[in-house]
C-alpha cells in the first residue's frame, strides 16, 4: 500500500486507461505474494512458486500491453511492482519486520526522485570516481579479509587492520561529501570547517595560497584557524571509535586547545568580509593512498609489539609520537590496538596528543610561508592553540609523576 500510493501519486497525471497499477493493485499484489510466502513457509513450495510467478507475469502482462509505453518508457513502476512481489512473500515467509523495512526503504527512494535526479546532476566525474573507490575499500575488500593473528608476532588483524582503513577513508569521504554540497554554497568558513573534517592541513595550504596572492581576501584566517579546531573534534572522534580506552583522558588534553583555536577562530570570522568559496581540497579517497597507510599501520604495529616486551610504557609511548608525526590516524590506530597493559591511558593520551602538536607546527609553518604577512591573524590563532595544547600536555605529564 505504501509503495502504491507513491506510485499513484506520481503517476496521477496519466490519462485514463494508460496507468497499469495503482494504489489498489500494489496493495493486492503485496498480498497475493505474501500468500506465496505463507504456503512456502509451510512446506507447499510447488503453490508458492506458482502463485509468485503468476503475480509476475501479470505485471509482466500489464506493462506489456500498455498503451504509450513506446513513447514515455517506465520502468521504475514495474520494477517497484516486482519488488513489492518480493518483499511481500519475504513478509508471509516469517519475514515482516524485514519487508515493511524494505517497504518503506522502496517508497523513499521513489518519493525522492527529484531530489535525487538533482544530485546526480550536482555530481561531477571526481565525485564518481570518489564514490566507487570508496564502495572498493568498505565493500569489496572487508567482507573477504580473514579474522584472526596473523604475521610477525601475530601482530596483524587482517580484517580489523582494513576496517581501520574503511573508518578512517569514512571520515575523509563524509567530509568530501559535506563540502561538494555545502561548501560551494556558503562560502569560505563552511569549505574550511568541512574540509578539516578530512584534511586541515591541505585546507591551511589552500587557504594561505588564497591569502598570499590576496585573492578576495575575506574570511581565509578565520577559516585556517576553524578547520584546526574542526581537526581536534576529527582525532578525539576517532579516538573514541578506534581507542576508546583513552578517549577521557585524551579529550580532557585536547579540550584546552580547541577552545582556545575555536574562540580565536570566531573572532577572526566575526571581523572578516564575506568572501565566496575557495576551491575544496582535492578527491581524498584513493586506493594507492589507502594501500600505504595500511602497510604504514602494520610495520608500526609489529615494532610496537616487539617493543612491547623490550621497553616500558615510555618506550611505547615514543614510538606512537615518532609513528604519529607522520600520521595521526597511524598513532591511533597503534594505540587502540595494544593491550591495556602495555601502556596506561593517560600516558598514551599524553604521546598522541603529541603528534598534533607536530602537525600543529606543520601548519603554522604552511601558514607563513604561504601567506606571510597576510596570515599574521592565522598564525597566531594557530600558535595560540598549539601553546594551549602543549601546556595541557604539560600538566598532565606533571599530574603523573
Known amino acids: 500500500m505504501l509503495i502504491g500510493i507513491e506510485r499513484g501519486f506520481d503517476l496521477r497525471g496519466l490519462r485514463a486507461g494508460t496507468r497499469v497499477a495503482g494504489v489498489r493493485t500494489f496493495t493486492l499484489v503485496g498480498l497475493v505474494a505474501g500468500l506465496a510466502g505463507l504456503a512456502g513457509r509451510f512446506g507447499q513450495s510447488f503453490a508458492a512458486g506458482a502463485i509468485a510467478a503468476g503475480a509476475v507475469a501479470v505485471v509482466a502482462i500489464g506493462y506489456a500491453h500498455r ?81 584472526g593473528r596473523y604475521g610477525p608476532l601475530g601482530a596483524w588483524d587482517p580484517q580489523k587492520l582494513w576496517l581501520v ?92 586547545a580547541l577552545a582556545v583555536g575555536g574562540a580565536a577562530g570566531w573572532w577572526l570570522y566575526r571581523k572578516s568580509p564575506r568572501t565566496d568559496a575557495p576551491a575544496a581540497p582535492g578527491n581524498p579517497i584513493a586506493l594507492l593512498p589507502a594501500l600505504g597507510f595500511v602497510i604504514f599501520v602494520a610495520v608500526t604495529l609489529v615494532v610496537v609489539a616487539w617493543a612491547e616486551g623490550r621497553f616500558g610504557q615510555q618506550g611505547i609511548a615514543l614510538l606512537l609520537l ?20 602495555a601502556i596506561g591511558p593517560n600516558l598514551a593520551a599524553i604521546a598522541l596528543a603529541g603528534t598534533i602538536v607536530a602537525n600543529m607546527c606543520v601548519k603554522i609553518g604552511v601558514t607563513i610561508v604561504y601567506a606571510r604577512s597576510k596570515g599574521r591573524s592565522a598564525a597566531i590563532a594557530l600558535t595560540a592553540s598549539t601553546l594551549a595544547l602543549a601546556a595541557s600536555i604539560g600538566v598532565a605529564w606533571l599530574t603523573m609523576l
Not at 82 to 99: E, K, N, R, S, W
Not at 109 to 114: D, N, P, S
Not at 327 to 335: F, L, Q, S, Y
Open 165 to 256: 582503513v574503511v573508518i578512517v577513508t569514512g571520515f575523509s569521504f563524509l567530509g568530501y561529501v559535506a563540502n561538494r554540497v555545502f561548501g560551494e554554497r556558503h562560502g569560505t568558513i563552511a569549505t574550511a570547517v568541512i574540509g578539516g573534517l578530512y584534511s586541515s592541513t591541505a585546507v591551511t595550504q589552500s587557504l594561505a595560497q588564497r591569502l598570499g596572492r590576496g585573492e578576495h581576501v575575506g574570511a581565509e584566517e578565520a577559516g585556517i584557524a576553524l578547520a584546526s579546531a574542526v581537526m581536534y573534534l576529527r582525532v578525539v572522534a576517532l579516538v573514541g571509535v578506534l581507542a576508546t580506552r583513552i578517549v577521557v583522558p585524551f579529550a580532557i588534553i585536547i579540550l584546552p
Open 67 to 147: 498503451p504509450g509505453l513506446k513513447q514515455k518508457p517506465d520502468a521504475t513502476t514495474p520494477v517497484a511492482a516486482l519488488a513489492t512481489i518480493a518483499l511481500g512473500f519475504v513478509a508471509g515467509f516469517g519475514q515482516p519486520a524485514f519487508a515493511i523495512a524494505g517497504a518503506t526503504i522502496v517508497t523513499l527512494l521513489l518519493a525522492l526522485k527529484t531530489e535525487l535526479h538533482g544530485f546526480l546532476e550536482r555530481l561531477d566525474e571526481d565525485d564518481v570516481k570518489a564514490l566507487a573507490r570508496y564502495a572498493v575499500i568498505a565493500g569489496a575488500v572487508l567482507p573477504f579479509l580473514p579474522s
Open 322 to 341: 615518532i609513528s604519529g608525526s607522520a600520521n595521526v590516524d597511524v598513532a591511533i590506530v597503534t594505540a587502540g590496538s595494544l593491550p591495556p597493559r
